[in-house]
């Protein structure tokens, strides 16, 4: 038994040293589960997950984080009237999204100038779901045109 207690007092400041690592790592750990639990990792209903923007009049609700084919939403809701409403992504964004389904059927899906566009009858207002799958991880650029009007969103996809 003193031979346990000697090497204990022999390796003391090595021991100290192990302290500080553990309570680094503490301190990351509970940074990590603090940042789950804010929906960083691709839960759709957390905090910092869900992001509401408005363009061109029409409010977007989309995920800024999401995981690799873990299917995620996006939403346009068209509060006013209109004959045709136009949605419209990057190309290079539509590369890297699989849109899997759109709800409701668009009219037409047309390529303009290196964008998908969807056309929608607005006249009864309404909302526009497109269901999207990821391919590949990593910062996502998303230039979302709605009516012609154009805004950049930026979203992120997780192992």
């Known amino acids: 038994m003193e031979e346990d207690i000697s ?5 003391f400041g090595f021991q100290k040293k ?7 790592f503490w301190v990351l750990m509970a940074l990590f589960l603090t940042l789950g ?3 960083t ?5 957390a905090l ?5 923007t408005q363009i061109n009049g029409a409010v977007v609700q989309y995920d800024r984080f999401s995981r690799v084919e873990k299917r995620f939403m996006l939403r346009v809701s068209f509060p006013e009237k209109s004959d045709n409403c136009t949605i419209g992504f990057n190309d290079d964004y539509v590369q890297q999204i699989q849109i899997t389904q759109v709800i409701p059927e668009p009219e037409k899906v047309s390529l303009e100038n290196g964008k998908v566009i969807y056309h929608f009858d ?5 909302t526009v779901t497109f269901f999207k799958d990821p391919l590949k991880m990593g910062k996502q650029k998303l230039l979302l045109n709605i009516n012609g009007k154009e805004k950049q969103l930026t979203q992120y996809i997780y192992f």
């Not at 990792?41 to 209903?45: C, T, V, W």
């Not at 607005?122 to 309404?126: E, H, N």
């Open 122 to 126: 607005c006249r009864y207002r309404g």
């Open 7 to 11: 090497s204990i007092e022999d390796d």
């Open 41 to 45: 990792f691709g839960d759709s209903e």
């Open 37 to 39: 639990l804010l929906g």
């Open 18 to 24: 192990e302290w500080v690592i553990e309570r680094i």
């Open 48 to 52: 910092l997950n869900h992001k509401t």
